[in-house]
């Protein structure tokens, strides 16, 4: 059977119940992220589970039977944190195909350690531009998604929840249209695409939120509506993309109602590239900032 190979030219297919792991040396307490190429061999239920010990991050599935780039493999990555000096990696295949030729197809493994952001007197969102996040592949011209139900204390993307049903896109300048910087995101599936952060205010407190949003320039066109939401407060910025990498600032004002408030931003519509209707696509979010108004007097 013949396979496409998403990197060179081997990879490992992992059949039913099959796994393979390595250990790797590791600084305990530290956050890291493990970006890999999968794809499923055949058209049905596969998933590539994900596991590290010790860590004090819980396995995850990664279900590999959606295809978010339709014409190659998906590059994925998960986050975990150390909790020894070494730790083994483990990618397995939990499910028992019917066909002895399935099972996902593993390639391309990578691990990085992640910084701890920080907010600033400037800013008190972490991580405000996603320049912190796992390492892209070398010439993969497909983005890193980010699985679903990621908390902040161990998501691929420092300080920020992937709290949706879907993937989110970590996409680079080199190969996307980044509004600023060299890293943001794309929300690749509607209402299921969606990220958060929590941040520290104070009671009744006056707050400025701005971000910016464009498209990746990868031929995803169309009308396109972020929806970002702040304690009570609900924001909807339309956004026209002829697929040209053009973007637009959005800004507005919230009163905090606790000690900590939530920020989410998703994408309203579904989106796919008009270069083959297929391949899920979305609205890139960056440079997001949250200020303290001034208090009257």
Not at 31 to 49: G, I, K, M, P, V
Not at 80 to 90: D, E, H, I, L
Not at 168 to 179: M, Q, T
Request: charged content about 15%; hydrophobic content about 40%.
């Amino acid at each position: 059977m013949f396979f496409a190979v998403p990197h060179g030219v081997h990879a490992l297919r992992l059949g039913s119940r099959a796994s393979a792991s390595q250990n790797v040396t590791v600084r305990p307490g530290a956050l890291y992220a493990l970006t890999f190429a999968a794809t499923r061999t055949c058209a049905q239920d596969e998933s590539l589970r994900v596991a590290v010990s010790p860590s004090l991050s819980a396995p995850a599935d990664i279900a590999v039977r959606t295809l978010y780039s339709g014409a190659s493999a998906d590059t994925w990555a998960w986050g975990f944190r150390a909790s020894s000096p070494v730790a083994q990696v483990t990618f397995s295949n939990p499910g028992v195909q019917e066909d002895p030729s399935c099972g996902p197809l593993l390639d391309a493994v990578t691990i990085k350690e992640l910084p701890t952001p920080y907010p600033t007197k400037d800013n008190l969102i972490k991580n405000d531009g996603f320049e912190m996040g796992p390492q892209v592949l070398k010439n993969s011209t497909v983005g890193v998604l980010l699985p679903p139900k990621q908390k902040d204390a161990t998501s691929p993307l420092p300080g920020w929840i992937i709290e949706s049903l879907k993937a989110v896109r970590f996409i680079d300048a080199a190969h996307f249209s980044v509004p600023v910087g060299q890293y943001a995101v794309e929300l690749v599936a509607g209402r299921e695409s969606a990220i958060a952060q929590v941040i520290r205010t104070v009671p009744n407190r006056s707050y400025n939120l701005s971000f910016v949003v464009g498209d990746a320039k990868n031929g995803c066109h169309g009308s396109m509506l972020v929806e970002a939401f702040a304690g009570n407060v609900t924001q909807k910025v339309p956004f026209e993309s002829a697929g040209k990498g053009a973007f637009k600032a959005a800004s507005f004002k919230f009163v905090a109602s606790g000690v900590r408030t939530r920020l989410t931003f998703y994408s309203s519509y579904y989106h796919t590239k008009a270069t083959d209707g297929v391949s899920l696509c979305g609205p890139v979010l960056d440079q997001v900032k949250v200020v303290p108004l001034p208090v009257k007097a």
